[in-house]
């Protein structure tokens, strides 16, 4: 599954974001054949097509799709040169598909700031410059062990030529995400600062509404995009029944929780999308990759999907609900039946055909 590694100084609201993240139940819940790891935690992607479609066939439950978050401790100032950035630190971060950076906004002065004083974009540039630091190190060691293998015709030219330019890149101070490079030839190394990032600013309940101020945090990181969430209130959000987390959301000006918003915007940058099924037992969203085709996304629900597809019977999710009915939306000419070449689209409802 994929996963989105939550990084931070110490001290800005990691562990309690991620207490939130864990104390959902989702999985218990939901996915009882699941693997539960203490280290991850999982949020729901809201999606209000599950209920309506759950309407349409009488569906007993709703399984959206989910977000995997690796809760990844340990980065701190001068982290690269040993201080704490331990190997567990780098694999854990290296599998992460995307990297979420918590960055502290809130204002208590009863929680210490690691240096001294709150400032996000000083935070922002401290954890850049490990991330930088780190990836150059695997450069530094990587490119003598590539000009080998180049002069012994053992990898392309381009490999070498790649990982150079990366190291350019790193030394002006920038993070490879940020530049237009290609990294595949070089994708083996796992550079930390080439992944996806999403920031999390964790600040006062009252900035929440505040659109000035987060325009301001927003720039320090655009175009990358930023999550605004109060840490704390996330975590006292996830002990009350729904309809008191809304309201209590609504007099907060929200909404949507901030795991949620979370979810979405980490579901997004990751370049993934859903299709959906239904029928009595369950309406469900199934995630897939835009751009994936139609036997890819069976086999997502079963390798032998894939394998024996024939076709997919498929409706958007607009026609079908305007419709009422699969019924109806057959009678209005709604329903399709698409191939194997067939590129699956954003609320896609699907049924799929296939030899076992
Ligand atoms: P970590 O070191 O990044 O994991 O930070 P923690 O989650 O342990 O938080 C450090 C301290 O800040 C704890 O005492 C938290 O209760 C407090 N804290 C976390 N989030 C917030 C917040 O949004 N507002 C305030 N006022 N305190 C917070």
Same mark, same amino acid.
């Given at each position: 599954?994929?996963?989105?590694?939550?990084?931070?100084?110490?001290?800005?609201?990691?562990?309690?974001?991620?207490?939130?993240?864990?104390?959902?139940?989702?999985?218990?819940?939901?996915?009882?054949?699941?693997?539960?790891?203490?280290?991850?935690?999982?949020?729901?992607?809201?999606?209000?097509?599950?209920?309506?479609?759950?309407?349409? !066939?009488?569906?007993?439950? #709703?399984?959206?799709?989910?977000?995997?978050?690796?809760?990844?401790?340990?980065?701190?100032?001068?982290?690269?040169?040993?201080?704490?950035?331990?190997?567990?630190?780098?694999?854990?971060?290296?599998?992460?598909?995307? #990297?979420?950076?918590?960055? =502290?906004?809130?204002?208590?002065?009863?929680?210490?700031?690691? &240096?001294?004083?709150?400032?996000?974009?000083?935070?922002?540039?401290?954890?850049?410059?490990?991330?930088?630091?780190? *990836?150059?190190?695997?450069?530094?060691?990587?490119?003598?062990?590539?000009?080998?293998?180049?002069?012994?015709? =053992?990898? +392309?030219?381009?490999?070498?030529?790649?990982?150079?330019?990366?190291?350019?890149?790193?030394?002006?101070?920038?993070?490879?995400?940020?530049? $237009?490079?290609?990294?595949?030839?070089?994708?083996?190394?796992?550079?930390?600062? @080439?992944?996806?990032?999403?920031?999390?600013?964790?600040?006062?309940?009252?900035?929440?509404?505040?659109?000035?101020?987060? $325009?301001?945090?927003?720039?320090?990181?655009?175009?990358?995009?930023?999550?605004?969430?109060?840490?704390?209130?996330?975590?006292?959000?996830?002990?009350?029944?729904?309809?008191?987390?809304?309201?209590?959301? @609504?007099?907060?000006?929200?909404?949507?929780?901030?795991? +949620?918003?979370?979810?979405?915007?980490? !579901? &997004?940058?990751?370049?993934?999308?859903?299709?959906?099924?239904?029928?009595?037992?369950?309406? =469900?969203?199934?995630?897939?990759?835009?751009? *994936?085709?139609?036997?890819? @996304?069976?086999?997502?629900?079963?390798?032998?999907?894939? =394998?024996?597809?024939?076709?997919?019977?498929?409706?958007?999710?607009?026609?079908?609900?305007? $419709?009422?009915?699969?019924?109806? $939306?057959?009678?209005?000419?709604?329903?399709?039946?698409?191939?194997?070449?067939?590129?699956?689209?954003?609320? *896609?409802?699907?049924? !799929?055909? !296939?030899?076992?």
């Amino acid at each position: 599954a994929l996963t989105i590694g939550i990084v931070g100084l110490p001290n800005v609201g990691k562990s309690t974001l991620f207490n939130a993240l864990t104390k959902n139940t989702v999985l218990a819940a939901n996915y009882p054949f699941a693997t539960i790891e203490p280290n991850i935690g999982v949020v729901e992607l809201p999606d209000e097509r599950l209920e309506r479609l759950a309407e349409i !066939f009488g569906s007993e439950r #709703i399984l959206p799709a989910t977000v995997s978050f690796v809760d990844i401790a340990g980065i701190v100032k001068g982290a690269s040169e040993g201080e704490g950035l331990g190997n567990q630190f780098l694999a854990n971060i290296r599998e992460a598909d995307a #990297i979420a950076q918590v960055v =502290r906004g809130f204002n208590d002065p009863d929680v210490v700031h690691v &240096d001294g004083e709150v400032s996000p974009k000083s935070d922002l540039e401290t954890i850049n410059t490990e991330l930088i630091l780190a *990836d150059l190190q695997t450069l530094e060691k990587a490119i003598p062990r590539y000009e080998k293998e180049l002069k012994g015709k =053992r990898i +392309d030219a381009s490999v070498l030529d790649t990982a150079n330019a990366a190291r350019d890149i790193l030394n002006e101070g920038k993070l490879l995400s940020s530049s $237009a490079l290609d990294l595949e030839p070089i994708r083996e190394l796992g550079l930390l600062s @080439a992944k996806p990032f999403i920031y999390v600013f964790n600040i006062d309940e009252d900035v929440l509404g505040d659109e000035a101020k987060l $325009a301001e945090l927003a720039a320090l990181v655009a175009p990358a995009k930023a999550v605004f969430l109060d840490a704390q209130t996330e975590s006292e959000l996830i002990d009350l029944p729904k309809e008191e987390a809304a309201e209590l959301l @609504a007099s907060l000006g929200q909404d949507e929780s901030g795991l +949620d918003q979370l979810a979405r915007v980490g !579901f &997004d940058t990751l370049g993934l999308q859903t299709y959906l099924t239904a029928g009595p037992k369950e309406a =469900r969203a199934w995630t897939i990759n835009k751009g *994936d085709k139609a036997p890819q @996304a069976a086999g997502v629900i079963h390798t032998d999907f894939e =394998r024996g597809f024939i076709k997919a019977e498929i409706v958007s999710f607009e026609d079908l609900s305007a $419709a009422g009915s699969m019924q109806d $939306a057959k009678a209005a000419g709604k329903v399709r039946m698409e191939g194997k070449d067939y590129v699956m689209q954003d609320g *896609d409802v699907v049924e !799929f055909r !296939f030899n076992v």
